[in-house]
């Protein structure tokens, strides 16, 4: 089983940036869809963004415009690249694969 480990977290001001990472233990080549959800205070945890092979990605509503995923096979990592943070996007961030675990995951605080 491929463990990932969230991180890139952190406390950034509204407008602010983020890019998050999953950085797995072995290679991910063989994993073909890598999906971003949050868990937000008092709400569901709820799919974020999503990249399906090399480069087809997907977003909710919330975040389209302002969140980038992409891969980076080599160094065995997927990034979520967060612009123009908003208060609504804060949350605890995690990766997972189709079969996968849920990990820590890392918190993104959004803070004027």
């Known amino acids: 089983q491929v463990q990932f480990v969230e991180s890139g977290g952190g406390l950034v001001q509204p407008g602010g940036s983020l890019r998050l990472s999953c950085t797995a233990s072995?290679?991910?080549?063989?994993?073909?869809?890598m999906g971003w959800y949050r868990q937000a205070p008092g709400k569901q945890r709820e799919l974020v963004a999503r990249i399906t092979g090399v480069t087809k990605t997907n977003y909710t509503d919330s975040v389209k415009g302002r969140c980038t995923i992409s891969r980076n096979n080599a160094k065995n990592t997927v990034y979520p690249q967060m612009n123009n943070l908003k208060f609504k996007d804060k949350g605890i961030y995690f990766c997972?694969?189709?079969?996968?675990?849920w990990g820590q995951g890392t918190q993104v605080t959004v803070s004027s």
């Open positions: 997972i694969y189709p079969g996968g675990f």
């Open positions: 072995q290679s991910i080549r063989s994993i073909y869809a």
